[in-house]
Nanobody, 115 residues
Framework: QVQLVESGGGLVQAGGSLRLSCAAS????????MGWYRQAPGKQRELVAV???????NYADSVTGRFTISGDIAKNMVYLQMNSLKSEDTAVYFC?????????WGQGTQVTVSS
């Protein structure tokens, strides 16, 4: 069974940094894409950043220039370096992995940015 486990969330002051990590296990295939989504209270889950198996990346406009996604899909690992954090970045961050039409999710990690 595929499992995604996130780590690295926490409480940080505005302007600070956090690094999230996600490790996948229980797979025998290579994901097409891995990435991060977030969901703030009362809002829909939204894309933050994704990285494809060819190394290409895509970011939400709201985090471009502040967040950096990295990782090695072949090793089932993905990271999110978050700098210059703002209060509006407060959310539960979910690791996601895609294998064609199949979506896999982690349990989420809370990121709280205090102003």
């Amino acid at each position: 069974q595929v499992q995604l486990v996130e780590s690295g969330g926490g409480l940080v002051q505005a302007g600070g940094s956090l690094r999230l990590s996600c490790a996948a296990s229980g797979i025998i295939f290579r994901f097409n894409e891995m990435g991060w989504y977030r969901q703030a209270p009362g809002k829909q889950r939204e894309l933050v950043a994704v990285i494809s198996s060819d190394g290409s990346t895509n970011y939400a406009d709201s985090v471009t220039g502040r967040f950096t996604i990295s990782g090695d899909i072949a090793k089932n690992m993905v990271y999110l370096q978050m700098n210059s954090l703002k209060s509006e970045d407060t959310a539960v961050y979910f690791c996601n992995a895609k294998f064609y039409s199949n979506n896999y999710w982690g349990q989420g990690t809370q990121v709280t940015v205090s102003s």
